[in-house]
């Protein structure tokens, strides 16, 4: 037999051998600690997030629960409340469900009038903090020239279109450049079919360069309204924003 086929066949052996000896030794490896149970034992940079979250959430509620009232805290001698909002973000739940802040009572609002505010932007501060709309009409009674109110009514009183037109050529006259007037007076005209009047509204509301609605200054008195109620300045300023 030559040499070479002797070494070919001894290295062919060889290799049998080895992966014989392989396969008889060989056992499929154990499941993963994480792939076979990683809800009950994540890894460790996951544990540390979760620990870090509840620790978080930890403090989180202990402010919570140290921000209670010093009165409601020891109603019953013990410290303060868990599992309670405090007083204090009530307002802001009401904000964000969309309920809108609480009206204000009667006994606040007549307070508010007591204290000297009677002109025509303290009623319908009164209406927009949720007085009614008596206070409107009482303001579209006492002033009603004033464009404030005039715009307030043709916005928000639901009358016929004659009563309508009598409130808007009222506001036009009171506040001859504000082009938001000849708007709103188009708009009444189309509604009661007369077309000509209204393309003749809106072609003196182009000429026009004044826009206003009045709502920065609404806004302003409302707050003042809330501030005189005994809100704190930010529940003021958001209550007054949400109402006009």
Same mark, same amino acid.
């Given at each position: 037999?030559?040499?070479?086929?002797?070494?070919?066949?001894?290295?062919? #052996?060889?290799?049998?051998?080895?992966?014989?000896?392989?396969?008889?030794r060989y056992s499929p490896p154990a499941p993963s600690p994480m792939a076979s149970d990683s809800a009950s034992n994540p890894p460790g940079?996951?544990?540390?997030?979760?620990?870090?979250?509840?620790?978080?959430?930890?403090?989180?509620?202990?402010?919570?629960?140290?921000?209670?009232?010093?009165?409601?805290?020891?109603?019953?001698?013990?410290?303060?409340?868990?599992?309670?909002? $405090? $007083?204090?973000?009530?307002?802001?739940e009401e904000l964000f469900t969309f309920n809108g802040p609480k009206p204000l009572s009667h006994e606040v609002i007549d307070r508010w009038?007591?204290?000297?505010?009677?002109?025509?932007?303290?009623?319908?501060?009164?209406?927009?903090?949720?007085?009614?709309?008596?206070?409107?009409e009482k303001a579209l009674e006492t002033f009603p020239n004033d464009p404030r109110v005039l715009m307030a009514a043709t916005t928000t009183?639901?009358?016929? $279109? =004659?009563?309508?037109?009598?409130?808007?050529?009222?506001?036009?006259?009171?506040? $001859?450049?504000?082009?938001?007037?000849?708007?709103?007076?188009? #708009?009444?005209?189309?509604?009661?079919?007369?077309?000509?009047?209204?393309?003749?509204?809106?072609?003196?509301?182009?000429?026009?360069?004044?826009?206003?609605?009045?709502?920065? =200054?609404?806004?302003?008195?409302?707050?003042?309204?809330?501030?005189?109620?005994?809100?704190?300045?930010?529940?003021?300023?958001?209550?007054?924003?949400?109402?006009?």
């Amino acid at each position: 037999m030559k040499p070479t086929l002797v070494l070919s066949t001894t290295a062919a #052996l060889v290799v049998v051998v080895v992966l014989a000896l392989g396969l008889i030794r060989y056992s499929p490896p154990a499941p993963s600690p994480m792939a076979s149970d990683s809800a009950s034992n994540p890894p460790g940079y996951l544990r540390s997030l979760s620990s870090a979250r509840t620790t978080t959430d930890a403090v989180a509620k202990e402010n919570w629960r140290l921000a209670r009232p010093t009165a409601e805290s020891d109603r019953d001698g013990g410290g303060p409340i868990d599992g309670a909002t $405090p $007083p204090a973000t009530n307002w802001l739940e009401e904000l964000f469900t969309f309920n809108g802040p609480k009206p204000l009572s009667h006994e606040v609002i007549d307070r508010w009038f007591a204290s000297g505010r009677t002109n025509a932007g303290d009623l319908l501060a009164a209406r927009q903090a949720g007085g009614g709309i008596e206070f409107l009409e009482k303001a579209l009674e006492t002033f009603p020239n004033d464009p404030r109110v005039l715009m307030a009514a043709t916005t928000t009183i639901r009358a016929d $279109p =004659e009563v309508q037109r009598e409130n808007l050529e009222r506001l036009k006259a009171a506040a $001859p450049d504000n082009a938001l007037a000849n708007y709103l007076s188009a #708009l009444n005209e189309f509604r009661a079919g007369e077309p000509e009047k209204a393309v003749a509204d809106l072609v003196a509301a182009s000429q026009k360069k004044g826009f206003d609605d009045y709502t920065l =200054e609404a806004m302003q008195t409302t707050e003042e309204l809330y501030l005189h109620a005994g809100k704190s300045e930010v529940e003021a300023q958001a209550s007054a924003i949400y109402n006009t």
